[in-house]
């Protein structure tokens, strides 16, 4: 079954997020769904047609990754924005400050991670098997991913997702971001 790419206009008017950098994203983002589609639908057909075996089946197998990826970040980020404020006496405020030392220690962890030189996401991944909660650097889409963990907030930092609102200020874009965070969806990626 054909993905179908999820319409998020409602975040247009958003804080900090101008309308032509948000329209821009959507195109983006629907890019990856047309792409995801198509990368699976020529693997089902090699692999009908014996094809299985070759090396332009195998460069479309490594591609199909990226543009899932591509595809679902994108879902994830744009659900995690909105705005609306975490709860500061829950269960992830607490998971957070007992990681990390405080709060404030994750969120500049999280920060720094954002802020590296590369283009790719930041995400808050949960470990199911102890509760653990790490951020973690993906390069481009598919690297670094930790295999089975939850991922709770996703900030994209490709320069696609802040260059046309701020330029190469990637720190003021992280500042809009943590504005808008919608903490309600963080928290009931919580399992
Ligand atoms: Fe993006």
């Known amino acids: 079954m054909a993905y179908t790419a999820k319409d998020y206009s409602a975040l247009i008017g958003l804080p900090g997020f101008s309308e032509t950098l948000l329209k821009n994203h959507f195109t983006l983002y629907q890019g990856y769904v047309t792409n995801t589609n198509k990368v699976l639908d020529t693997l089902d057909a090699m692999l009908k047609d014996g094809r299985a075996g070759t090396p ?5 197998k490594r591609r199909l990754g990226w543009e899932f ?11 995690n ?3 609306r404020s975490l709860n500061q006496g829950g269960a992830l405020a607490k998971r ?4 990390f030392g405080s709060y404030e220690n994750w969120e500049k962890d999280f920060k720094a991670t954002g802020a590296m030189r590369g283009i790719g996401w930041t995400v808050l991944y949960q ?4 509760g653990k909660l790490v951020n973690f650097w993906i390069n481009e889409h598919d690297a670094s991913h ?3 963990c939850t991922p709770l907030l996703i900030m994209d930092v490709f320069e696609h997702a802040f260059m046309i ?3 190469l200020k990637r720190a003021d874009y992280i500042t809009a971001f943590f504005n808008n965070i919608n903490w309600n969806t963080v928290e009931g990626r919580v399992k």
């Open 56 to 60: 332009e089946y195998a460069e479309l």
């Open 96 to 99: 957070l400050a007992a990681d």
């Open 127 to 130: 470990d199911p098997t102890n």
């Open 146 to 148: 930790p295999a089975g």
């Open 165 to 167: 609102d701020y330029g």
């Open 69 to 79: 990826d591509g595809m679902r970040l994108h879902e994830f980020y744009f659900e």
């Open 81 to 83: 924005l909105g705005a």
